[in-house]
Structure formats: C-alpha cells, structure tokens
Nanobody
Framework: QVQLVESGGGLVQAGGSLRLSCVAS?????SGWFRQAPGKERDFVSA????????DYADSVKDRFTISRDRAKNTVYLQMNSLKPEDTGVYYC??????????????????WGQGTQVTVSS
C-alpha cells in the first residue's frame, strides 16, 4: 500500500507564498495536486510526470504555482506564489500507478494523501 504524507499548509496573507510537500512511500508514475474549497468539488491544480519532464497546471494557477519532483526522495513539491483568497482549500496530493492516463482527472490516481489546509486571508 502506497502512503502519501503531505505537509506545508498554513495561513498566509494574500500575495504570500507557501510550499507544499508530498512524500510517497514508493516511487510512482504521475503525481498531482488537487484542492477542495468548502462546499465545492475537488479540482485539479497541477500534475507532473514520473520523470519530472512534463507538467500541467490549471489555468487559475498557471504562472503562480510550480510543481517539481525529487525522485531520490520520492517527494513532490508545489510552490505557490502570489496566493489569492480563492486559493483557499484543502490540498490533496495524489499518485498514480498507471502510465498514459489523463493526469487532470481524479480517477487517474490510485493513492491520495490526507490533505493539508491552505488558508489565504485578504
């Protein structure tokens, strides 16, 4: 069973930055970040391929967030800059065990972290 442990969430003022980390117990294929705001569905934020060469971002975070991977540490990071109140939510790390999937879709991922809260105040 693959375990994902997230960290790095917290409270920050608008315009500030946070870096989320997700440590996996084993090496996986694609990894992604999703977020869920109160009363809303879980939405795609960003994803990275196994080798780290391909990345994808939701339009709402493009040019502000950066996803990266340290393969030696089985860790995926999400650097979040210029945070906005609408970025508030629980951020979930996800990892997949299958190649050639739609990395923006939740069903493409087999393992999920427990979530970390990100709150951006105005």
């Amino acid at each position: 069973q693959v375990q994902l442990v997230e960290s790095g969430g917290g409270l920050v003022q608008a315009g500030g930055s946070l870096r989320l980390s997700c440590v996996a117990s084993v090496r996986t294929f694609n990894s992604g970040w999703f977020r869920q705001a109160p009363g809303k569905e879980r939405d795609f934020v960003s994803a990275i391929s196994r080798g780290g060469f391909n990345t994808d971002y939701a339009d709402s975070v493009k040019d502000r967030f950066t996803i990266s991977r340290d393969r030696a540490k089985n860790t995926v990071y999400l650097q979040m800059n210029s945070l906005k109140p609408e970025d508030t939510g629980v951020y979930y790390c996800a990892a997949g065990s299958r190649p050639f999937v739609n990395i923006r879709a939740s069903p493409s991922y087999d393992y999920w972290g427990q979530g970390t809260q990100v709150t951006v105040s105005s």
